[in-house]
Structures are given as structure tokens and as C-alpha cells.
């Protein structure tokens, strides 16, 4: 069983090489945002521990975070994101690690776990592969325009929080150049991926 790791900044199009890898070389994908998301569920583990850490004033009227306002709080506060982010990541990975060992028992051939914090995850640690999807700056931009209707300035708040392009290359075995078509993407993978048998 091959593990790649996917990562690259928000806008880059990770979700394409996702699809490219679960449509054409069956692919079981992990992705660590959507782990975050159900562990922060009201009653799970992360939601606990950041209403307790955070207090009740980051929930809505019906009880659950509100992951705006907790965003707001941690944005521009370094300690507060690392604690934010330690009472979520070690339940994320734990989920992670059991999954990845459950499709190893199932003789799973490729896996792939979806982060944009490739560090925090510890991808070198696990996977076989680690990809960095890049796009440049002026495409990412007009991504999150077009598909999340963000103004420049909150584009520029990401991109400044966000691990810098000389960090994702250091840790990554493969770039993946998503400034391509579709077509010209899918040969990238092919090419890297020639010893996986297609879906």
C-alpha cells in the first residue's frame, strides 16, 4: 500500500488531483479538514476541549462552535492558534493513523490524506510520498474570487497565516504544477504514479 501525502495552500486546487486520484486510480482519500470538522461536532473530543479552553462565548444559539468567530479569535494570535490547534491535531492524526491501518487490513493499494498544514500533520513521518500542489498566486486568487467570494483583503490575511511556498517544497517529494489543464495535470500523476494499476 502506497500513502501520499496532498498538500499545498488554500486555492491551489488540491481538490482536483483528489478527484483525478479517486476517479482513475481508486484512491481512498483522507482528508484531515473533514476529521477536524466532525471532532469539533458538539459532544466530540475538540469540541470539548476548545469550549472549555475557549469558553462558551464561541457557540451559537443552538450550541455548536462558531467556527467564524473562533477563526477570528485565533487569526491574528499565534499562542491562541497553538492551542487551538493542540486540541485538535493529536485526535485528528489518531483518527487518521486508525484508518490508514484499517485499510491496510483491507488491502487497500493507494491512500491518500488531504492537509494544508503538512508539518502539524507530521506527513513525513507516514507517508511514502508527500505532493505539493502549487498554483501561483494570481490563479489562487482568482479561485477563491470566483468559487468562495473573497475580497483581496481577506485573500491577503490567508496567504499571510499560511506556510510559505519554500516550506511546502522543502518537505515534499513530488510538485504537482496546477497552473495546467485538467489533462495536462492528470499526466503529471500518471507519470509519477506509472507502477499503480488504474481503478
Not at 470538522?37 to 462552535?65: A, C, R, T
Not at 483491507?106 to 502549487?134: M, Q, R
Amino acid at each position: 500500500m502506497k500513502v501520499i501525502g496532498i498538500t499545498g495552500g488554500i486555492g491551489s486546487g488540491k481538490s482536483t488531483i483528489i478527484n483525478i486520484l479517486k476517479d482513475t486510480y481508486n484512491a481512498f482519500v483522507i482528508s484531515t479538514d473533514h476529521i477536524a470538522q466532525v471532532l469539533m461536532e458538539k459532544g466530540n473530543i475538540s469540541y470539548n476541549l476548545v469550549v472549555e479552553n475557549f469558553g462558551s462565548g464561541i457557540l451559537d444559539q443552538e450550541g455548536n462552535i462558531n467556527r467564524k468567530g473562533l477563526a477570528a479569535i485565533v487569526y491574528d494570535n499565534p499562542e491562541k492558534l497553538l492551542l487551538l490547534n493542540s486540541l485538535s491535531h493529536p485526535y485528528v492524526m489518531k483518527q487518521v493513523m486508525d484508518i490508514i491501518e484499517a485499510k491496510r487490513k483491507e488491502k487497500v493499494a493507494l491512500i491518500c490524506v488531504e492537509t494544508a498544514l503538512p508539518k502539524e500533520a507530521g506527513l513525513s513521518n507516514f507517508c511514502d510520498e508527500i505532493w505539493y500542489i502549487h498554483a501561483s498566486e494570481d490563479i489562487r486568487r482568482e479561485r477563491l474570487q470566483k468559487s468562495r467570494n473573497y475580497t483581496n483583503e481577506k485573500i491577503n490575511s490567508i496567504f499571510n497565516n499560511q506556510i510559505k511556498e519554500n516550506e511546502y517544497r522543502e518537505i515534499s517529494t513530488h510538485i504537482i504544477d496546477n497552473n495546467l489543464s485538467r489533462e495536462k495535470v492528470a499526466k503529471q500523476i500518471a507519470q509519477i504514479l506509472k507502477n499503480i494499476p488504474d481503478g
